[in-house]
Nanobody, 122 residues
């Protein structure tokens, strides 16, 4: 069982990025999938979540209007698309799964992938 986050890197402010969260050994459709991020010296922040279990979802106010989550069931992948990036988006991004609906509490998530670093240059 594995959860793999990828797609991070260096992007210029105003640019776009797409992160992937790929599940192996289990079906991501059975879980709510969320992205959290943690910037240096800051607490982990819930960014966005999508659940096919109950249709719940959320997008943090800090990225609202700039971020879209989508699922590709055939690829067992959840994608995070962020446009108009800002230097304050710089962080390590993690994807995690939880049974049932979405939660903004990272403690509820039962499994995490390794983070992927996003750096937005000004």
């Amino acid at each position: 069982v594995q959860l793999q986050a990828s797609g991070g890197g260096l992007v210029q402010s105003g640019g776009s990025l797409r992160l992937s969260c790929v599940g192996s050994g289990f079906n991501l459709d059975y879980y709510a999938v969320a992205w959290f991020r943690q910037a240096p010296g800051k607490e982990r922040e819930a960014v966005s979540c999508i659940s096919t279990h109950d249709g719940s979802s959320y997008v943090a106010d800090s990225v609202k209007g700039r971020l879209t989550l989508s699922r590709n069931s055939a690829e067992n992948t959840v994608y995070l698309q962020m446009n108009n990036t800002k230097p304050e988006d710089t962080a390590v991004y993690y994807c995690g799964i939880v049974s049932g609906g979405c939660s903004r509490s990272w403690e509820r998530y039962v499994f995490w992938g390794r983070g992927t670093l996003v750096t937005v240059s000004s």
